[in-house]
């Protein structure tokens, strides 16, 4: 059973930047596809992002494109999110997920639709909150 902990959320202004991490309490995450997740208050949660456990391939939602970037350090265990010119609308609990690829290959689940794209995900996060404002 992958164990998963988010950290480095936190309080933010606008145009801000923040680096989330994801680490497993055991194992390594060297062949898990792994995701971003995030929760607003009153809103459906939505899939942001994904990498490919060879960190070659990486998905976003349209909404962070361009802003957030994710990253993988397997010699850490750690996959990262780094948000940029942050808004009031990013918002959010974030959360971490991960699904067992088995070998190290390009494929990335990811769908704007949340209720496939969680499907694809066992392992996930108790997540980290992310406020953005003045």
């Known amino acids: 059973q992958l164990q998963l902990a988010e950290s480095g959320g936190g309080l933010v202004q606008p145009g801000g930047s923040l680096r989330l991490s994801c680490a497993p309490f055991?194992?390594?995450?060297?062949?898990?596809?792994m995701a971003w997740f995030r929760q607003a208050p009153g809103k459906e949660r939505e899939g942001i992002s994904c990498?490919?456990?060879?960190?070659?391939?990486?998905n976003y939602a349209n909404s962070v494109k361009g802003r957030f970037t994710t990253s993988r350090d397997d010699a850490k265990s750690t996959v990262y999110l780094e948000l940029n010119s942050l808004k009031s609308e990013d918002t959010a609990v974030y959360y971490c997920?991960?699904?067992?690829?088995?070998?190290?290959?390009?494929?990335?689940?990811?769908?704007?639709?949340?209720?496939?794209?969680?499907?694809?995900?066992?392992?996930w996060g108790r997540g980290t909150q992310v406020t953005v404002s003045s």
């Open positions: 997920a991960a699904t067992w690829i088995g070998v190290v290959s390009e494929a990335c689940p990811f769908s704007s639709d949340y209720d496939s794209m969680k499907l694809e995900y066992d392992y």
């Open positions: 055991e194992r390594t995450l060297d062949r898990y596809a």
């Open positions: 990498i490919s456990s060879s960190g070659g391939t990486a």
